[in-house]
């Protein structure tokens, strides 16, 4: 027979209790929450997929790691360890620590961007974007059109439409663009990857017109891994090799390790530039921590060394995409609109076409998110108008083509029993989507909406 199953090359060792609750209480519950899952307590949610960012189960040599956490001020030890991890496993020379992703999108745009830059990139991400924006550019996105269809099969839907980026270079110059933004496994898109092919041709034109490359590096291992399974030629290197091949196309990264690099907090920027890195070494203690800390403990710096080397092992990444693959496949059989082909860290299900009833202005994607909380105490996240915002020139509600809820997989955290409780949920909420009601604002907040946005059921 073929073996053709896998399994987690772990196994638990200690367990988290949750709370199960009653239909009734996660009604009350969701109405106290505004109808917005971020505002939730986590003690009343059963299995959490809101996001797989921060929420990884550590290892035991990580907890081990813990415990030799060098606290001192300046110049600890653990500090090294993740300086010599990211070098050897992303080959950057710089390595400057943040608190998480967003410390250092802050601090790369701060250095690069004047006020009437324009950044493009492989679609959006909302803290990535909004830092872009306060520092004055604006974000232009050249993702391919078929990122924007959740029913385009293409296996690289993150790639970078050349011909889109060079008519914004054509349009407003190369002096107006201090860099690109290229975005691995695309997170608005799906989880979708981009190809070691694309990231070339991106790097050649940009080249041409002395235009930098900043990865946005959050998820660059799970795209070495679909690299290695769909693009010829790389089906025999291993996933280190990879992740540095694309890292070598350009000029730093912007990291959130929380996702990759299965740690609960932390991040960094890289850069090879020598004096660009050390701009960013100034602004870094102004608005993180010193520059061998970035708002991190050493304990904290430890366990994302000891990550990002266990991250790239394949049995890991392999285990980690087949999670996701197996809940994408339950809803793909019951006919469940999703995005496809399913991505690297969650399945985001196409809310527009699964509650046909509801008008993008009253928020589909939201409604959804509130509606499956009731029915099973899974929590989901919107992905879709609510999160793209307001258009900063007209003040227009966003309506992006993608109207989506992301039912995101924690790293090493839940079982296929937990895929199975939530796939059934879901598929029962269609079967009587016509009952779920849309939804409109009661408070929106200026920056970043999503985080907590309430809302109240439509009469
Ligand atoms: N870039 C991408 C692609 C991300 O997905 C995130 C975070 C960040 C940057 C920012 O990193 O949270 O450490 O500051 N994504 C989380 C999510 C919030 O749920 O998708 P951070």
């Known amino acids: 027979m073929a073996k ?21 209480e996660r009604t009350r519950a969701i109405a106290e929450a505004g109808y917005n899952t971020f505002l939730l307590k986590s003690e ?29 001020y300046a ?34 745009s701060k ?25 004055g550019a604006r974000f232009v996105d050249v993702i391919i059109d078929a990122a924007h269809d959740p029913a385009n099969e293409q296996p690289f839907k993150g790639n970078v439409d050349l011909a889109k980026l060079q008519n914004l ?4 110059g190369a002096k107006k663009i201090p860099y690109l933004c290229l975005q691995c496994n695309v997170n608005m898109a799906g989880g979708q990857p981009v190809s070691m092919k694309n990231i070339r041709e991106t790097r050649e034109l940009c080249r041409k017109h002395g235009i930098r490359i900043f990865l946005d590096a959050t ?17 025999s290197k291993s996933i280190a090799e990879i992740l540095l091949e694309i890292c070598s196309y350009t000029d730093g990264c912007t990291c959130s390790a929380k996702k990759d690099s299965l740690v609960n907090i932390g991040g960094w920027l890289s850069i090879n530039d020598d004096d660009l890195a050390e701009q960013a070494r100034s602004l870094v203690v102004l608005y993180e921590g010193l520059h061998t800390y970035g708002g991190l403990a050493g304990r904290d710096m430890e366990a994302i060394a000891i990550g990002i080397g266990e991250s790239v092992q394949f049995d890991h990444i392999r285990a980690r ?8 496949h339950k809803l793909q059989a019951a006919g469940v609109p999703i995005v496809k082909p399913i991505g690297g860290h969650g399945i985001f299900v196409d809310a527009a076409t699964f509650l046909p009833h509801i008008p993008r202005e009253q928020f589909p994607a939201q409604a959804l998110a509130a509606a499956l909380y009731v029915d099973s105490g899974v929590r989901a996240m919107e992905r879709g108008a609510v999160s793209a915002g307001r258009n900063p020139d007209t003040g227009q509600n ?54 907590q946005a309430r809302f109240e059921p439509v009469a």
Not at 4 to 24: G, Q
Not at 219 to 235: C, D, M, W
Not at 406 to 411: A, K
């Open 4 to 24: 053709t199953s896998w399994a987690e090359p772990f196994k638990i060792k200690m367990v988290e209790h949750l709370r199960m609750t009653t239909r009734d």
């Open 44 to 72: 009343d949610v059963y299995i959490d997929l809101l996001t797989d960012s921060g929420t990884s189960a550590m290892s035991d040599r990580q907890w081990a790691g813990l415990m030799l956490g060098d606290e001192a």
């Open 75 to 108: 110049g600890s030890v653990n500090f090294y360890h993740f300086e010599d991890a990211v070098r050897r496993f992303y080959g950057y020379k710089h390595l400057i620590p943040t608190h998480q992703g967003r410390g250092a999108e802050h601090i790369l």
């Open 111 to 135: 250095i690069c961007i004047k006020p009437g830059d324009f950044i493009p990139g492989n679609m959006y991400f909302t803290t990535t974007r909004a830092h872009q924006e306060l520092s």
């Open 169 to 172: 270079i054509d349009r407003v």
């Open 219 to 235: 998820r660059a291992v799970e795209n070495a891994y679909f690299i290695k399974l769909r693009e010829p030629g790389y089906g």
């Open 321 to 328: 995409i087949g999670q996701v693959e197996y809940l994408g």
């Open 398 to 451: 966003i309506f992006p083509k993608l109207e989506l809820i992301r039912l995101t997989i924690p790293r090493r955290v839940y079982t296929q029993a937990h895929m199975d409780v939530t796939a059934e949920s879901v598929i029962d909420l269609r079967d009587n989507a016509a009952s779920i009601k849309g939804l409109k604002f009661i408070y929106e907040p200026k920056y970043l909406r999503f985080f």
